[in-house]
């Protein structure tokens, strides 16, 4: 049982609501320090599906992340308030989605082959499935009332060094998204800029995913009130401008793909900065007297990897008290 020990959790982003709701549900009294504000991060800016890892990211750890947050999940479509549902989905590609999907097939029983038919026009692979898709803006509400429900609360406190936090809480947890580099002092985390397109839904369920290895793919998400069609990828840029060419270039890529999205109307252009890293940091170190658990370095991944991330970040915190 968790001691009451203070810790503070540092970001509001989608891994660190749900770190310091696992925290807080298993005790601990929890502070959220945070630059900007949920609705203010770039995790409102996702898409955002539950999607398995790459070939070249399937590291046990992050094989085993994926799947523990496919299970909750998969239990949270059941709250119609919290903005995940489970929906129809078609994934797309040559190689690069047989790779993607296949080995999916024990997390995923109806993953199946597209038959050609079913696929749009220019695609002759693909894989029909059906996927948790989560409604950011209504997600991170959710998670910010189930933080309060524990006795949480998110405030506005940038800091400029784990240093500082650690001075209010014995243990800090590292989830500041691009900025958790530079609290830690890690050059290997760098901006993969994203950029979204919002339209009105027209009345589609099913969501539409291209799987490739390029900078540029074609991708809608249709939630109840909005569709968010994507999408692309861009390291090393840091300016979070919406560049009207990019959004020329998605509208006309998803609407080729599904024609009733040339009447809908486009509501915003939303952006944001991916944290990215070669690969995903959730480990403790010393911290002066206190202790850092580092929950970072996600990429495109943040949504898939959350929960899974957060058990393990309440495994670290473990560590400590038993010691």
């Known amino acids: ?68 947050s496919l299970g909750v999940f998969r239990e ?86 784990l240093a500082e936090a650690a001075d209010a809480a014995p243990v800090v947890v590292n989830c500041a998204g691009l900025a958790a580099g530079r609290l830690a002092g890690d050059d290997t985390v760098r901006p993969l800029f994203g950029q979204h397109v919002v339209l009105t839904n027209p009345g589609l369920r099913q969501l539409f995913l291209e799987i490739n290895g390029g900078p540029e793919w074609t991708c809608f998400f249709p939630h109840p009130q909005r569709v968010v069609c994507g999408g692309i990828s861009i390291p090393d840029r840091r300016d979070t401008t919406a560049d009207p060419e990019v959004t020329e270039r998605i509208l006309h890529r998803c609407r080729r793909i599904e024609p009733r999205l040339a009447e809908a109307e486009v509501i915003e252009t939303i952006t944001g900065l991916r944290p990215d890293r070669p690969s995903v940091r959730v480990e403790a170190e010393p911290l002066g007297r206190a202790r850092c658990i580092h929950n970072y370095g996600h990429g495109g991944n943040g949504v898939t990897l959350s929960w899974g991330c957060a058990r393990d970040v309440v495994r670290l915190a473990r560590q400590r008290e038993t010691r």
Do not use: K
């Open 1 to 68: 049982m968790a001691s009451a020990q203070q810790i503070v959790v540092l970001g509001a982003g989608v891994s660190g609501l749900t770190s310091a709701v696992c925290l807080a549900e298993a005790g601990w009294p929890v502070r959220v320090w945070t630059a900007a504000m949920p609705q203010h991060t770039t995790s409102r800016v996702a898409g955002a599906v539950w999607l398995p890892p790459r070939p070249a990211d399937r590291a046990s750890d992050t094989l085993a992340w994926t799947e523990h």
């Open 76 to 161: 949270l479509a059941e709250d119609p308030g919290c903005g995940v549902q489970l929906a129809p989905a078609v994934a797309v590609g040559q190689s690069t989605a047989a790779e993607a999907m296949s080995s999916a097939a024990a997390l995923i029983p109806d993953l199946r082959p597209a038959d050609p038919s079913q696929l749009p026009d220019g695609f002759r692979n693909g894989f029909l499935a059906t996927l948790p898709m989560i409604d950011m803006p209504q997600y991170l509400d959710y998670l910010t009332r189930r933080l309060a429900a524990a006795g949480c609360e998110v405030e506005e406190h940038p800091v400029r060094s």
